[in-house]
């Protein structure tokens, strides 16, 4: 979903003045659509324009993304895959490539996971699909959203809770609560030697 931009927001997005945006309106370099009453508007597209000059907007892809978390789901994976194809075969979408990858909902540096991330960010694709908010990431969501609307693309959820595996969200939890409890050990650590220190200066 491309968002719309008032002249103000336009010209702050692209890094340029009002008035460098009215010139160049008036020489002609870009062409804002205006509505009903004559208001002045841009989209993604007049962003991308600007910043990415020769940028193909008709090469915008259609991403599906389906991820496990471990390589003994891979019946998991399968089923994703074939209900996200039936998800869009209904929505009479047409998809232009699909990514399937193992790895952890809570890692961000997923290599896959970052690739279509590096495309959203250089508004290469339209819409990404995703079975539920957590094949994508498990934590951070809303950024991830804020990211891809800010750059034209709209991410599909198809809120199948069935396709998000209950243990996943467990294993995650434990690493959670694993790392916590590693960072209050250090903390504790800390604390003990701080302690020993002030005491050994009182002497």
Known sequence: ?????RIGEFAERIGRSVSTVRRWEVEGRISPRRTPTGQRYF?????????????????????VYCRVSSPGQKADLALQVAAMEQFCRARGLAVDEWVSEVGGGMDLRRKKFLAIMDGVDRGE??????????RLVRFGYD?????????????????????????????DMLAIVH?????????RRYEKTLKDELRGGDQ
């Open 1 to 5: 979903m491309s968002r719309v931009y």
């Open 43 to 63: 989209d993604d597209t007049d962003v991308r324009r600007v910043l990415q000059p020769g940028f193909d907007e008709s090469a915008r892809r259609t991403v």
């Open 125 to 134: 694709v339209s819409t990404l699909v995703v079975a539920h908010e957590d």
């Open 143 to 171: 950024y991830l959203e804020h990211v891809a609307a800010r750059n034209g693309c709209e991410i599909l959820v198809a809120n199948q809770e069935s396709l998000s595996p209950r243990q996943e969200l467990v294993e």
């Open 179 to 187: 790392s916590f409890s590693g960072r209050l050990y250090g903390l």
